[in-house]
């Protein structure tokens, strides 16, 4: 029964569709008989053209290699199935789309210039940051906003059910993962009191994150309760490349005044309710103040990219937060990245905290599958004398994805970069914090698929009490993780050595 089930999933029935139209396409070709000899010199020739085209292109080096290996593997099908699904040039109409709502939302920006022009006197690297986050990406620096580090998913979890309690006007939810149980269940049942209390809730949630997780036309569900709802890129039997970006952003804001932002989805593993990894290991952040319109503009963006009619637009001129509501403690900038713009806001900030860091970084993260300049990066701190510390699950998720993370290791570890693994189980959490002076808590992994692939957010602490909440949980996770040697890292053998390099070449397709 379970199979039959699994069978029958709309994960599996889609899968099998696209199968379905490759195959067909294979056939084809071999229908053709004797002119199949000419069309195989088509194709081939084809995927030649795209090999020159794509080896001119912008594209991160690594990402190249990895297609066009595949390319010269597959040279029948290659440049065809890249430029279906490799090739990151959207659609002339998502293009359009994309403009429109970033052209609308800085029709109604709001800043606080003063906070930048401060953080620039009392510190001039960490204003790089800000500034990049404030111009180039469009997140202004807040200042008035009060903050609250959950080191465990369990925390954030209570602090969630109380905060959306006190809701008196609206409620912005955006999830990658939702699942029925302990976790949703509950949440499920307030919001459902809230909006017969007059409360509007809009929520979102990524199809392919939930395809296994929540029942068909779920949406409709909600809708009859009175939810507003989106399902962001409904996963359909079509290869193309917008089906590679998915909603990766956690994200609640509450009346404009309180949000909540990081690792946890709503789902039963990332409060312990159910083992899957060991114990699950997780980090959220909740903001009150000023800063958290940066969020609810997040949300708004999305919503309106999303919507199908004018109607069910949000105007970001109706969703002001409220001014003066929390006290100052350093400075806030949450921001989001997005696949649209082919402008890596999320690496080129980490980047930026990397290259600027005298004392220490701490980074955790459930995947390290990274680039050659975040690679370089952190090699090129820790020889500069920085303590650099990166913590990886003990107990991995995906077992082939935790493969391509331990082939990172030996040259990380060459240059003095210290690695540790979370033993107890699985962690999820992911947090950069350096020097004292800025964290960033977000949903944003130390992969391509962060940084390349996905729409994620977080939030970025400069001189904030917060700060410090980060780096005691990281010193306390790393006191029950184990510290992975040079020696240990080395003593594998050629088969497993051979199988991480092969797997590490396709990791950004992954």
């Known amino acids: 029964m379970k199979l039959i089930r699994l069978l029958f999933t709309r994960l599996v029935t889609v899968s099998l569709a696209i199968i379905f139209q490759i195959v067909v396409f294979i056939l084809i070709l071999l229908y053709l008989g004797d002119m199949f000899p000419a069309v195989y010199f088509a194709f081939v020739a084809f995927s030649f053209i795209i090999v020159i085209w794509l080896g001119t292109k912008d594209d991160n080096p690594v990402y190249k290699l990895a297609w066009l290996t595949l390319i010269l593997l597959f040279p029948l099908v290659g440049g065809i199935v890249y430029l279906l699904w490799g090739n990151k040039r959207l659609p002339k109409r998502v293009r359009m789309k994309a403009d429109i709502f970033t052209a609308s939302s800085l029709e109604y920006k709001v800043r606080d210039d003063k906070c930048l022009r401060e953080l620039r006197e009392h510190d001039k690297d960490l204003a790089v940051a800000a500034r990049y986050l404030d111009e180039i990406a469009g997140f202004p620096l807040w200042s008035n906003t009060e903050a609250e580090y959950f080191s465990v998913g369990e925390k954030m979890f209570t602090r969630l059910m109380a905060e959306l309690d006190k809701a008196e006007e609206y409620i912005f939810l955006e999830y990658f ?5 302990h976790m949703w269940n509950p949440i499920h ?11 509007e809730v809009y929520f979102m949630y990524d199809d392919m994150g939930c395809i296994n997780t929540l029942p068909k036309d779920y949406n409709k569900r909600l809708e009859s309760e009175g939810f507003h709802v989106h399902i ?3 996963f359909r039997p079509s290869l193309n490349a917008t089906m590679n970006y998915r909603d990766h952003r956690k994200i609640t804001v509450i009346d404009g005044v309180v949000a909540f932002c990081g690792g946890l989805n709503l789902a039963d593993e990332y409060i312990n309710e159910k083992e899957r990894f060991g114990h699950w290991k997780d980090t959220a952040v909740m903001i009150e103040g000023e800063g958290v319109w940066n969020l609810t503009e997040t949300f708004i963006k999305m919503w309106n990219f999303n919507c199908r009619h004018k109607k069910d637009m949000l105007d970001e001129r109706n969703y002001r937060h409220t001014i003066g509501v929390a006290r100052a403690d350093g400075y806030v900038q949450p921001f989001s990245d997005t696949p649209l713009d082919f402008e890596n806001v999320s690496e080129n900030l980490f980047l930026n905290i990397i290259n600027h860091a005298t004392d220490y970084i701490y980074i955790t993260t459930p995947y390290l599958i990274i680039d050659y300049e975040m690679q370089t990066a952190l090699c090129l701190a820790a020889k500069n004398g920085v303590d650099v510390r990166i913590i990886t699950p003990g107990i991995p998720d995906k077992k082939t994805v935790f493969k391509v993370t ?3 290791y030996l040259p990380l570890l060459e240059a003095g970069v210290k690695i540790y693994e979370y033993t107890p189980g699985f962690i999820h959490g992911k947090n950069v914090v350096a020097d004292d002076n800025v964290a960033v808590v977000g949903t944003i992994n130390m992969d391509y698929r962060s940084f ?9 602490f400069y001189r904030n009490s917060v700060i410090y909440s980060v780096k005691e949980d990281f010193i306390h996770t790393m006191g029950k993780s184990k510290e992975i040697t040079y020696a240990a890292a080395k003593k594998i053998s050629l088969v497993e050595r051979a199988c991480r390099s092969i797997l590490r070449l396709f990791a950004p397709l992954m």
């Open 452 to 460: 390349y692939f996905h729409f994620e957010c977080a939030v970025v």
């Open 177 to 181: 993962i939702v699942a029925e149980g």
């Open 406 to 408: 331990r082939s990172y």
């Open 189 to 199: 049942e307030l919001l459902r009191r809230k909006i017969q209390q007059g409360v």
């Open 232 to 234: 962001v890129n409904p």
